[in-house]
């Protein structure tokens, strides 16, 4: 594959050899681990609740708005037009 030519060159550019440090290896061994959870056995008493019966008696509430009438004013907004003109651009890709 070839590269498009340009019609000029780029400067020769000499670049000093740079050894970086070799990094030794590892070996990275984990112990094996046995993990052992002893058996629990719960045991929860039985509970018998006895709850006294309550009777709830609430007043009837009668609530009464006030009638609203909401008039919002006319709004006329005008915007500016804009053209826009962008310079034609002619691209050819080899």
């Known amino acids: 594959m070839e590269l498009p030519k340009f019609g000029f060159k780029a400067p020769e550019i000499d670049l000093p050899?740079?050894?970086l440090p070799k990094i030794p290896d590892v070996d990275?061994?984990?112990p094996d681990?046995?993990?052992?959870?002893?058996?629990?056995?719960?045991?929860?008493?039985d509970?018998?609740?006895?709850?006294?019966?309550?009777d709830l008696k609430v007043p009837d509430v009668d609530l009464k708005v006030?009638?609203?009438?909401?008039?919002?004013p006319d709004v006329d907004l005008k915007v500016p037009d804009v053209d826009?003109?962008?310079?034609d651009v002619d691209l050819k890709v080899p």
């Not at 006030?66 to 919002?72: A, E, I, N, S």
Request: no cysteine; net charge negative.
């Open 17 to 19: 050899d740079v050894d």
């Open 28 to 30: 990275l061994k984990v």
């Open 33 to 45: 681990v046995d993990l052992k959870i002893p058996d629990v056995d719960l045991k929860v008493p």
């Open 47 to 54: 509970v018998d609740l006895k709850v006294p019966d309550i």
């Open 66 to 72: 006030p009638d609203v009438d909401l008039k919002v």
């Open 84 to 87: 826009l003109k962008v310079p």
